[in-house]
């Protein structure tokens, strides 16, 4: 059966799709400047591990390099996650990618069909964008704190397919069935806590043959772009065992961490 695309998202329906809702404090908002910035306000105010903002609309929803999340109520799934890693891990190398892992999981558990992952913080479907990752971390007295935003497209409404410069899409397209979003998100949060788990004992290195098993320029030229150097051209090799993109250019192989970079093809 069709969802109703503009459901609302409810609390009780989250929680008792969720089987373990104790794992989750949710919080609905029906605006909000950015739920990542709300989110790591309540962190610096001790908010528990596992504190979930959600938002139908975001006056400036961020995404990587100061770029604007563009959202439409009703017609996409926006929110952000805080988890507190135990005392003495490391600082939590590729976590972005690892979220690319687990979204993609839980999208093709519910069907979606041609996920793949573009280094190092999209999510792409039928090969146009219907997701996007920012994972911002801080630390407190020795402990990691990670803010997990994600953004999914349900539906591509005109007026924001028009104002973006990629190729935009939706999950309405690849799935068979415009998905719930309220079991959309309670498979999401299951599948970011199993990941999280995983990740707390073994990093990112158990999830690298999982992302590059979905990698979209595998074995592709391209081109790393970022502000003040000049660009730097190579073959798509993988990710090593940290997440960092692994180039064949033609100076040799070059390691290129996410920072503040942009991928592009050649």
């Known amino acids: 059966m069709q969802a109703n695309p503009s459901e609302p998202l409810s609390t009780p329906v989250i929680a008792a799709a969720l089987q373990v809702p104790e794992r989750f404090a949710i919080s609905l908002l029906d605006s909000c400047e950015s739920t990542s910035t709300l989110l790591l306000e309540r962190a610096q105010q001790g908010a528990a591990s596992g504190s979930v903002v959600v938002c139908e609309r975001q006056s400036a929803g961020r995404g990587r390099r100061g770029r604007v999340w563009l959202s439409a109520p009703g017609d996409s799934l926006t ?22 892992v687990a979204t993609a999981r839980a999208l093709e558990e519910m069907g979606a069909a041609g996920v793949q992952l573009k ?80 990740f707390e004992r073994s990093g990112f290195s158990v999830f690298a043959e999982a992302w590059q098993s979905r990698h979209a320029h595998a074995g592709q030229f391209v081109r790393i772009l970022a502000e003040g150097v000049e660009p730097i051209e190579g073959r798509c090799i993988g990710v090593d065992r940290d997440g960092a993109l692994l180039l064949d250019t033609v100076s040799g192989l070059r390691r290129i961490v996410s920072g503040d970079v942009s991928l592009r093809p050649a």
Request: hydrophobic fraction near 55%; include cysteine.
């Open 79 to 100: 929110f952000s996650l805080l988890w507190r890693f135990p005392a003495g891990m490391p600082p939590p190398m590729g976590l972005s990618l690892a979220v690319g």
């Open 119 to 198: 280094w190092p913080n999209d999510v792409l479907a039928d090969g146009a964008k219907v997701g996007g990752i920012l994972v911002e971390t801080v630390s407190e007295g020795g402990c990691h704190v990670a803010v997990i935003g994600l953004g999914l497209n349900i539906h591509l409404p005109r007026e924001i397919a028009d104002a973006v410069d990629i190729e935009a899409g939706a999950l309405s397209s690849v799935m068979p069935y415009a998905p719930s979003r309220n079991l959309l998100l309670a498979n999401l949060l299951k599948a970011l806590a199993a990941m999280l788990d995983a």
